[in-house]
């Protein structure tokens, strides 16, 4: 049996991962890390804990849907007592980032902006897309509920980063997002990352590639916040004996 810790688990994800956690065969929740207090009751033979240290120890693997700053903390605490990471916290600067794949090197961690199948697969299509069909402008949105801090998603991103390495472009070169006022007309290789926001949306993120006389939009809605969770148990399980090393959803799904 594969004893789970989750960080972040008063959160939106981490509520889901835990009631989730309980329809999976072997594997089961046994620690939880809370800043204060966990604010529902929870089955008393898991552990409560507000020391990363001792919820570190108190599991066989930890999933954290968190903030940045709190992912950062699980990184560093985890430097000093490794254990199998998967991370679905997006919105992390580059020293985290960087954080992240030192971390790597010493415990096997899963880092996923999304943990959904579709959007694993939408990744493979875009880098595809965008490499056969030259010339066309790529420009992508995503809606996500009023609630989300950070901007623009961490699959927005991913897709950019996608959609660029498939015109074999650096996405940071070529990002923009926004436009406001005279600013001239469209250059070539921009991509464009819009980000909406606005009531209960869980997450919709569309990918289009335009041109003269045609255009194709590649589009993915998530319609259940399970699927992030029931994804991240997923790839728990896939990680939980595996070599320390830096892996991709792609890894697990065997795209
Ligand atoms: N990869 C994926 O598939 C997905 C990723 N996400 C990402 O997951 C993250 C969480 O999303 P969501 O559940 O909606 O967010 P919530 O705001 O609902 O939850 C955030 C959680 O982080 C905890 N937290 C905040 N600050 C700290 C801290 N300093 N130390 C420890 N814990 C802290 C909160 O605890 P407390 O209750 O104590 O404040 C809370 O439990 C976001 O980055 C989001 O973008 C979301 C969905 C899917
Ligand atoms: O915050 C969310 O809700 C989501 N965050 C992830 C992201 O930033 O890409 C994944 C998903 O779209 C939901």
Redesign the pocket.
């Known amino acids: 049996m594969t004893r789970v810790g989750v960080f972040g688990a008063n959160g939106?994800v981490g509520k889901l991962i835990i009631d989730d956690l309980k329809a999976t065969d072997n594997i089961s929740l046994s620690s939880v890390f809370v800043r204060n207090s966990l604010n529902f009751s929870i089955d008393p033979s898991v552990m409560v804990s507000t020391d990363i240290g001792t919820f570190l120890n108190g599991c066989d693997i930890v999933i954290d849907f968190s903030l940045p700053e709190a992912c950062e903390s699980l990184l560093e605490a985890a430097l000093k007592t490794p254990k199998p990471l998967v991370i679905g916290t997006?919105g992390l600067s580059v020293h985290q980032l960087n954080l992240l794949k030192q971390a790597s090197e010493s415990m096997p961690i899963l880092y996923a902006?999304?943990m959904s199948l579709g959007v694993a697969l939408l990744n493979k299509l875009v880098y595809q897309a965008a490499a056969a069909l030259e010339g066309f402008d790529i420009e992508i949105v995503e809606m996500?509920?009023k609630h989300?801090k950070?901007a623009p998603?961490?699959?927005?991103l991913t897709l950019g980063e996608s959609a660029a390495s498939g015109r074999g472009l650096d996405l940071d070169a070529v990002r923009i997002s926004g436009r406001d006022g005279n600013i001239g007309e469209r250059t070539k290789d921009e991509i464009a990352v819009m980000a909406l926001r606005g009531g209960d949306i869980?997450?919709r993120h569309t990918v289009g590639f335009y041109n003269e006389g045609e255009f194709i939009e590649l589009n993915h809605t998530?319609t259940s916040r399970n699927t992030?969770s029931k994804g991240a148990i997923r790839a728990a399980s896939w990680l939980v004996n595996k070599e320390p090393g830096l892996y991709s959803i792609s890894d697990c799904l065997e795209l």
């Open positions: 939106r997006t902006t999304n996500h509920h989300k950070d998603s961490g699959t927005a869980v997450g998530a992030f």
